[in-house]
């Protein structure tokens, strides 16, 4: 009998770190090679990380929700045999790693990816949480495992959820329903002020007040606060998403000097266009939204106006303007994990289908929690598309490495005056904020005034 401790692995992104989200076994299981053990979630993604090794899970060194710098234990494995695993991934009982020449075990497969099949673990009854009990109670309905993923990241009870697929499974369809409304009786009643006015967290000894990780910022473990501390505030640690998030706006917004500009659109045209599209047999099976003109207009826009599509570069000679003749359209997507900006590559080479298709793929890869950090970078210019929340307009934060970023307002049926007359249109506002290094008023003028023509008109996209 041996015992492998198997470390965290950086999982091909050049992580220093990552969340323990949730583990998928506990001390005692079963687990055979490529069972799942965890789900950590990096600057960038939700990975899981199947089990290197088969035998018996002996003990969880990591607590979920902390975070643990790439390369520290956080779980044992005791077996009868050793087993074949990858060399990114394990450490022997005497602390030494895995011999990469030992990699030949056949279904041995790099840390996070694994493979195609799944191997069933037996696993003895154990002591359960209150979560792993809401979860047990799941087990039950019938749902696809991404769906299962969706319906934890909405914080969704798939026992609660009616289904409505053809065997009786719950569908995307069903946990997003649920979801929106779940949110929108929780807003019915507003919360009262607790009775006290300051909650204070206290820092582990081990982790001082003011001290940052290596490599990071300062971390805090919650602890339970004292009985006359409770329901006033909230300390939230910053990491993951958040921290990359935060990290590359203040980068941006110290670095780029910041212009706005925005003007108001009559969008009926284009609500007719999206009308017709949807009832076009060729779009029956994609989702087509308002977002799908603004995007060909964006792409139409850039052509006419280069300079919104390129990038500052501070080199060795000195500064220089990258001017980028191709589109990796950015669209940022608020998730259960926090902001993401995915692009899709290329995007001045699609037609309206495709085009479509594109944008659908990368919605519901967002809410799933499966973005790759290959889909978040290269972008040269980004959406942000607010009207989901109901805002007419905004000044977005331009995303590092572009120099402009535009905003799609809610669109509304506003009194609009047509050649004289006041009648109701459907009113948007298009915004957009560039890097003022790059391109002048004139010519961030002249591109949101060509996006809200192509709003107005989209005709104009056949020219």
Do not use: C
């Amino acid at each position: 009998m041996s015992t492998q401790t198997f470390v965290l692995p950086d999982v091909g992104e050049g992580l220093t770190e990552a969340e323990i989200v949730q583990w998928r076994v506990a001390p005692g299981d079963t687990v055979a090679v490529n069972d799942v053990l965890v789900e950590i979630e990096t600057a960038k993604s939700l990975v899981e990380l199947p089990s290197p090794f088969a035998g018996t899970v002996g003990e969880l060194l990591v607590a979920e929700g902390a975070t643990v710098d790439v390369g520290a234990p956080i779980i044992t494995i005791a077996s009868g045999t050793d087993v074949a695993a990858p060399a990114v991934v394990g450490q022997s009982e005497h602390g030494g790693p895995s011999d990469p020449s030992s990699d030949k075990g056949e279904g041995a497969v790099l840390v996070g990816y694994g493979t195609g099949g799944h191997v069933q673990s037996r696993r003895r009854p154990v002591q359960r949480t209150e979560k792993a009990q809401r979860v047990a109670a799941s087990v039950g309905v019938v749902a696809k495992p991404p769906i299962r993923k969706l319906a934890r990241d909405l914080g969704v009870d798939l026992a609660t959820v009616t289904p409505s697929g053809p065997a009786g499974e719950v569908t995307r369809e069903d946990v997003v329903n649920h979801a929106s409304q779940a949110s929108v009786f929780r807003n019915i009643q507003t919360p009262e002020w607790g009775d006290v006015r300051e909650e204070t967290i206290p820092v582990p000894a081990a982790a001082p007040a003011g001290s940052a990780r290596p490599g990071g910022a300062a971390t805090v473990s919650p602890s339970t606060p004292a009985p006359d501390a409770a329901g006033r505030e909230e300390t939230i640690a910053v990491k993951g998403v958040r921290k990359a998030t935060s990290s590359a706006m203040v980068q941006s917004a110290y670095s780029a000097p910041h212009v706005s500009v925005w003007t108001d659109v009559d969008a009926t045209r284009t609500m007719e266009l999206v009308k017709r599209l949807k009832a076009s047999p060729d779009f029956a099976d994609i989702k087509v939204s308002p977002l799908l003109i603004m995007a060909r207009a964006v792409i139409w826009a850039a052509r006419r106006t280069p300079m919104v599509n390129a990038a500052w570069v501070d080199a060795d000679g000195g500064a220089e303007i990258r001017v980028r003749r191709y589109v990796n359209l950015g669209i940022a997507a608020a998730t259960p994990r926090g902001l993401l900006v995915p692009n899709i590559k290329d995007a001045q080479d699609l037609s309206m289908r495709e085009l479509a298709r594109a944008l659908e793929k990368l919605t519901v890869t967002a809410r799933e929690g499966k973005t790759t950090p290959a889909d978040q970078q290269g972008g040269t210019i980004t959406i942000t598309n607010i009207g989901v929340f109901g805002m007419d307009a905004g000044t977005p934060i331009i995303n590092p490495g572009e120099s402009g970023i535009v905003a799609l307002g809610t669109i509304r049926q506003k009194p609009w005056v047509v050649d004289g007359e006041v009648r109701p249109r459907f009113v948007t506002t298009v915004a957009g904020s560039f890097d003022h290094r790059v391109i002048d008023g004139d010519g961030m003028s002249r591109f949101i005034a060509d996006v809200a023509s192509i709003l107005e008109e989209p005709a104009l996209l056949l020219d």
